[in-house]
């Protein structure tokens, strides 16, 4: 596609008040002359107040040299009773100088001889007068007058006081000769600007139009003929025209190239449909009345291990080797049946070990055979079914022991209590030991339902931890006896009080008293040390049993999860209490922790802070 000549474009409009391309230089140009104006302007202020200063100054000392001179000759004149002469004298001086005022003022405030003839009312001088006020103050001045009191000292007489006023001069003629000067230097850098940007403007119009056309697309023009300039502007002009076209072009065949390829990829792909099927984790085949493949989504390629290309309009039965599912594909897609059919297959080959769920129902459409499969993985399901299932059995036979053991001691302390006191009692302890064993277990299970809930709280008080170790003791030390197994208590002389969930703690702590009795055999020991700071709580559970492999020391806390070891599986239990009490501890911001080793014991360790928030 070829450029596009320059005087096909339209051009962009120009301004009503400046010529094309000349808004930044008439804007520079402006701000240029204003700033000379202002500089102008200062400096004829500054010189007409310069020279008034100077002028001024002037005036003052040639005042107060006047007034010295004045006060000599007033002196003596005074001193001689000259009064006629003195007042001749202020009169021919105050003229001579042009002094606004001049007088002699004595200290009584009458006026001796003063230029204002209507002020010389004194006659004779008066006889020698007291000091009645200080000498006369300094030399001042203000913006339009300058004064001068000068002190005189009459001898044989008194003090008195020579006042000189005198108005400001201004220098009219040469201040407007300065005042000229700078107009003629003004002037000529006006010409020399106005010059310059003559210059300027026809070097800059192009770059001018340029900004004025970019400022046009910024203000919502999309048109790209709103970015062309005249070529009478410059060279500059042509090439940014040019420019403008080339880039026309590219864009117009950049957009025609996205139209085509999103043609194309439209044709090409699938539709939306298929777009939502490829993103189901199940997967999803739809097969003919000739059980060939007509789709397949990306999950369904996954569980077949084919690739989604090769399965296109190929057998189902190339890449499905279970029977039951193929026969039953293959019933569906030919109308001999019409109900949807459901089968768990295991997966036994080299692959990943698993279960595959395959649904298949028929899809009528066109009155043609089609079924259409589901496929689902299962393994999650079947594996949290098969721990559920082991829970409730391992639960019931947990739940019947004690009971079976209640039930019997009942029937023995009802047919023997009577006649043998000691056989009763010992009746009664076991039946409370079965109740108390029954607690826990029932405790257990609620726990546990508390924690899938999400509602597992604890009650926090003081606790004892004397009476709690008492009552451990007491519970587990029948069971120790019964099994031959020694059950010592390492306690420290003083206890501490712990802030928590008493019975949450006695929990964590049954379970791991009872989990060592349970797993050591007969001669064996089992060590309950405490150890307490004053900031940590340390509780070991030490045994001589049959120890934890490494492999399953990594997951005895899980919930549901049993030891592989064949002597676990002879021993019933839930396989919740290490899971409970590991969280009871975390709850209280402790931890549970386990070291063992195979055929040689295990040691859990339960530490625990003094004062935490739960």
């Not at 010189?47 to 003052?60: E, G, M, P, Y």
């Not at 005042?179 to 192009?206: E, F, H, P, Q």
């Not at 005249?230 to 002009?237: S, T």
């Not at 508390?450 to 009552?471: C, H, M, N, P, Y």
């Amino acid at each position: 596609m070829d450029a596009v000549p320059i005087d096909t474009l339209k051009s962009a409009p120009r301004s009503r008040l400046l010529p094309h391309g000349e808004s930044v230089v008439a804007s520079a140009g402006l701000a240029l002359a204003a700033l000379l104006l202002c500089v102008m302007s200062a400096s004829a202020w500054w010189v007409h107040h310069t020279q008034q200063t100077v002028l001024d100054a002037s005036r003052a000392t040639q005042t107060r040299a006047a007034g010295d001179l004045l006060a000599e000759t007033a002196e003596v004149l005074l001193a001689q009773d000259d009064l006629s002469a003195a007042r001749r004298l202020v009169a021919d001086t105050a003229r001579a100088h042009e002094f606004s005022s001049c007088r002699i003022v004595l200290p009584d405030g009458q006026v001796a001889a003063s230029l204002d003839v209507s002020e010389n009312k004194l006659h004779q001088l008066p006889a020698p007068w007291p000091q009645a006020r200080p000498g006369g103050a300094p030399l001042s001045a203000d913006a339009s007058r300058t004064s001068v009191n000068i002190p005189l000292a009459i001898p044989g007489r008194g003090q008195a006081q020579l006042e000189i006023s005198s108005a400001s001069s201004i220098g009219y003629g040469s201040e407007w000769e300065a005042m000229a000067g700078v107009g003629t230097i003004g002037a000529a850098a006006l010409v020399v600007l106005l010059a310059l940007y003559r210059r300027m403007r026809r070097k800059l119009r192009a770059m001018g139009a340029i900004r004025e056309a970019l400022a046009a697309v910024a203000a919502g023009e999309t048109a790209m003929a709103a970015l062309v300039i005249g070529p009478d502007l410059g060279p500059e002009a042509g090439a940014w025209n040019q420019v403008i076209a080339e880039t026309d072009r590219v864009r117009r065949q950049a957009v025609a190239e996205r139209a085509r390829e999103a043609l194309g990829r439209r044709q090409e792909s699938s539709s939306d449909l298929d777009a939502a099927c490829d993103a189901l984790p199940q997967g999803l085949l739809v097969v003919d009345e000739k059980s060939c493949v007509k789709y397949a989504n990306g999950a369904a390629a996954g569980f077949l291990r084919s690739k989604r290309d090769d399965l296109a309009g190929k057998d189902i039965g190339k890449f499905l080797d279970v029977a039951g599912v193929v026969q039953a594909v293959r019933d569906v897609a030919t109308g001999a049946s019409r109900r949807r059919q459901t089968l768990d297959v295991e997966q036994k080959d080299d692959g990943p070990a698993g279960v595959l769920r395959f649904t298949v129902r028929p899809v009528r459409r066109d009155d043609s055979g089609t079924a259409m499969i589901t496929i689902e993985d299962i393994t999650q399901q079947r594996a949290a079914e098969e721990a559920r299932h082991r829970f409730v059995a391992q639960a019931t036979h947990e739940l019947r022991t004690p009971l079976t053991n209640i039930r019997l001691y009942v029937e023995t302390a009802i047919e023997d209590g009577e006649a043998d006191p000691a056989m009763r009692s010992k009746c009664l302890n076991v039946i409370n030991g079965e109740t108390r064993r029954l607690e826990r277990i029932v405790g257990e299970m609620l726990s546990v339902a508390e924690i899938e809930a999400g509602s597992f709280k604890l009650q926090t008080d003081d606790v004892r931890l004397d009476q709690l170790f008492e009552d451990l003791l007491a519970d587990y030390q029948q069971q120790a006896l019964d099994k031959n197994v020694t059950l010592t208590f390492h306690l420290p002389p003083k206890f501490p009080v712990v802030q928590g969930d008493r019975d949450k703690i006695l929990l964590a702590l049954h379970n791991l008293v009872g989990n060592a009795l349970k797993y050591t055999p007969e001669t064996g020991k089992v060590d309950v040390v405490v150890e307490a700071t004053e900031k940590l709580l340390s509780v070991q559970v030490r045994d001589t049993g049959i120890g934890i492999s490494d492999e399953d020391a990594e997951k005895i806390f899980d919930r549901f999860y049993r030891a592989r070891d064949p002597r676990v599986a002879k021993i019933t239990g839930s396989g919740l209490g290490l899971t409970l009490a590991r969280e009871v501890v975390r709850l209280h911001g402790g931890d549970v922790t386990v070291e063992s080793r195979l055929n040689q014991g295990s040691t859990f360790t339960i530490t625990l802070p003094m004062k935490t928030a739960a």
